[in-house]
C-alpha cells in the first residue's frame, strides 16, 4: 500500500472513533505520557491543535501549564516551513491555509534554547517510530533542524501498521503512545 492509500485508510478509520471514546482514548494516552522521563524533564511542550479524530491534547496542555510548564503549537511558513510560538488559552488564535487555528501573534520559540518535547501529529505509525502525517513534511523538516528534542506520537492503537514506507526525507518518532500499548521507536 502507499502513504497515500495509508494514509486515506486510517483517517476513515480513526473518524469511525465516537467523541467519547477519542476524550477516553486521549486522557489514557496523556497519562501516559505525564509518566515519561521526556514529559518531566521538558520545559516546552511543542504540540498542535488537534483537529479531524485526533488524540486530544487539552489534557496534556492543562496538566503541562500547572506543571509550569510553556506550550507552543507550530505556525506553518512558506516553503513548507513550520516555528512554534507560545499558546496559552488566552492566545489570540487565526486560521492556516489548512484552517487549523495557529497563535500567529505570540511570542517564537526557539527549540534550541530550553528542553523542548515536540508531540508529532500523524495519521498511521509501525512499532519503529516511522509515521506518515498529513503529507506536506512540515514536521520532518523542522524535526530534520532539531534531532536532539525528543519526539514523541500519541496514537490510537487502531492507527498502527506492520511497517510504514519511508524513505530519507521521513524523520521517524522517538516513542509512541496508544491507549493500550507503548512503543519504543527510534531510540533518543
Not at 17 to 26: G, Q
Not at 75 to 89: A, D, I, Q, S
Amino acid at each position: 500500500m502507499t502513504k497515500s492509500e495509508l494514509r486515506d485508510m486510517m483517517k476513515r478509520r480513526r473518524r469511525s472513533l465516537s467523541a467519547t471514546k477519542i476524550l477516553c482514548y486521549s486522557a489514557i494516552v496523556t497519562d501516559k505520557l505525564l509518566h515519561e522521563d521526556c514529559y518531566r524533564e521538558a520545559d516546552t511542550i511543542l504540540g498542535y491543535y488537534s483537529v479531524s479524530a485526533e488524540v486530544s491534547l487539552d489534557y496534556l496542555f492543562d496538566q503541562a501549564w500547572k506543571d509550569g510548564k510553556k506550550v507552543a503549537l507550530p505556525v506553518c511558513l512558506p516553503g513548507h516551513e513550520m516555528e512554534f510560538r507560545l499558546y496559552t488559552k488566552q492566545t489570540e488564535m487565526e486560521k492556516s491555509m489548512f484552517n487549523i487555528p495557529e497563535p500567529t501573534k505570540s511570542e517564537k520559540v526557539d527549540p534550541a534554547k530550553g528542553k523542548c518535547l515536540i508531540i508529532v501529529p500523524g495519521v498511521v505509525f509501525d512499532p519503529d517510530g516511522n509515521r506518515i502525517g498529513y503529507g506536506g513534511g512540515y514536521y520532518d523538516r523542522f524535526l530534520a533542524k532539531y534531532p536532539d528534542i525528543p519526539r514523541v506520537m500519541l496514537a490510537y492503537e487502531m492507527q498502527k501498521t506492520v511497517s510504514v514506507p519511508y524513505d530519507g526525507n521521513d524523520v521517524p518518532v522517538n516513542l509512541v503512545l496508544t491507549e493500550t500499548d507503548r512503543y519504543p521507536g527510534l531510540e533518543a
